[in-house]
């Protein structure tokens, strides 16, 4: 008995646990990549992102619609910043961002130049607005009412996609990053005063 509760058994049954763990318990991998983008890691990268603007033909009839029935037509919203995160509430790097996400709408949710739409692929708005009260964020989520070209959303969760004020695609990244991070909220600032 005491050759099987030795230190490297139990450390490797340990470490088995956590594996299995984060493998099978999305909330845990989703607080394990929360915890990285809190230390550095996932950080967006916008360095080219302003040089590198992609023209979408016309935004119009890219529709999402909210809790309400209110739609939003992206091509009405031309003058403005938009900042389009594609999630689902089963996704572990979705749930991981959101927090960060939440920073970012907290700093720019209130301004008439910065629009936030999050757009729920789960296919079900009440459990997606459900999921938002109970962390207690204030995130807008919508669902998609229309056709979205691939160039905007190929499938991949999370994905976001800014776009600058003359509807110009300024950031596209599948994947979770920290968007609450001072480096994206400087790009969004720099948005703000460019054409």
């Not at 890219?62 to 739609?71: E, H, L, T």
């Not at 091509?75 to 594609?86: A, E, H, M, V, Y």
């Not at 995130?139 to 969760?157: I, K, R, W």
């Amino acid at each position: 008995m005491k050759r099987i509760l030795n230190v490297k058994n139990i450390f490797n049954a340990a470490l088995i646990i956590l594996f299995l763990v984060l493998l099978f318990v999305p909330s845990a991998k989703a607080m394990l990549l929360e915890g990285l983008m809190k230390a550095g890691f996932f950080s967006p990268d916008t360095s080219v992102a302003l040089a590198g603007r992609q023209p979408v033909n016309d935004l119009s009839g890219i529709k999402f619609k909210d809790i309400n029935g209110k739609i939003v037509d992206l091509g009405d919203l031309k003058g403005k910043i938009i900042f389009l995160n594609f999630w689902a509430t089963w996704c572990p790097p979705c749930l991981a961002e959101m927090p960060a996400v939440n920073k970012l709408y907290e700093k720019f949710g209130n301004d008439n130049e910065v629009v936030f739409i999050l757009a729920d692929a789960d296919g079900d708005l009440v459990k997606s607005q459900k999921f938002m009260n109970r962390k207690k964020f204030s995130l807008p989520v919508y669902a998609v009412a229309g056709e979205v070209p691939e160039v905007l959303f190929q499938g991949s969760l999370p994905t976001t996609v800014v776009f600058d004020k003359q509807g110009r695609i300024a950031y596209h990244e599948a994947g979770a990053a920290n968007y609450g991070s001072e480096k994206f909220i400087t790009f969004i600032n720099r948005l703000k005063t460019t054409n």
